[in-house]
């Protein structure tokens, strides 16, 4: 378990992990912001450097034990900016994308949803959804856009056998490396592995039928809360 490291027993002062983090998401967002004014790519490419780049915060907040309540915070407010940037040009780099959608305002939902469920005693479960949904739709969508060529309909949604399949892969190895780095020594790695694969399908479906950015807050709700349940049923010991 990450208890059992050395370097992980104590926590940091609370002034270096609200730096940390706030280091972190500032330098994405100032990345964004400058790629979107120079256009130096596509503005949907932006969305999902951000997208991919602020998930990747909650591993920062796993590893320096930030406190729940600092997470929450973070989730509320930026759900609030996100909302008011789809009124007002606050953070055009964020919301820039030609279709309808609140996936930016759902993220953020997701991430405190998934803190105030896990956070205090299965921080892992929180730090699985989130990065399946960071990397996973992140590097699924970035996939389909520039490699998509076998096109395929779900009624009105338009998807990619190319972006599916990175979805599905993506997601079994964050999936599987969040359970392992989490698990005891002796638990078994076919069972850890065959969560991870279920977990990947799962996200995937949810991925795939998913409209208007709901899939920001049924992927990594979902995974977290499978993953959970699985672990639970097989009985992995500590991971659960």
Request: proline share 5%; charged share 10%.
């Amino acid at each position: 378990m990450l208890s059992e490291i050395p370097w992980y027993a104590s926590a940091p002062p609370l002034w270096l992990q609200l730096a940390a983090a706030a280091l972190w998401v500032g330098g994405i967002t100032l990345l964004a912001e400058g790629l979107n004014r120079f256009q130096l790519v596509e503005p949907e490419t932006v969305r999902k450097i951000v997208h991919i780049g602020t998930g990747n915060v909650i591993l920062i907040a796993w590893w320096l034990k930030i406190p729940p309540w600092v997470g929450l915070s973070f989730s509320i407010l930026f759900s609030l900016v996100a909302l008011l940037s789809y009124r007002f040009p606050i953070l055009p780099g964020i919301n820039s994308v030609g279709r309808k959608s609140l996936g930016t305002f759902f993220y953020a939902v997701s991430i405190g949803l998934l803190i105030a469920l896990f956070w205090r005693a299965h921080p892992h479960y929180a730090v699985l959804g989130i990065l399946i949904m960071a990397w996973g739709d992140g590097l699924a969508a970035l996939v389909g856009q520039s490699l998509g060529r076998h096109r395929y309909k779900i009624g009105d949604i338009e998807k990619s056998w190319e972006g599916t399949l990175t979805m599905a892969l993506v997601s079994f190895v964050v999936g599987g490396l969040v359970l392992a780095i989490s698990q005891g020594p002796d638990q078994s790695n076919l069972a850890l592995w065959g969560v991870a694969a279920l977990v990947a399908i799962a996200a995937t479906v949810l991925e795939t039928f998913s409209k208007w950015g709901i899939d920001n807050l049924t992927v990594p709700i979902g995974s977290a809360l499978l993953a959970y349940g699985l672990v639970a049923h097989a009985g992995l010991g500590g991971m659960g």
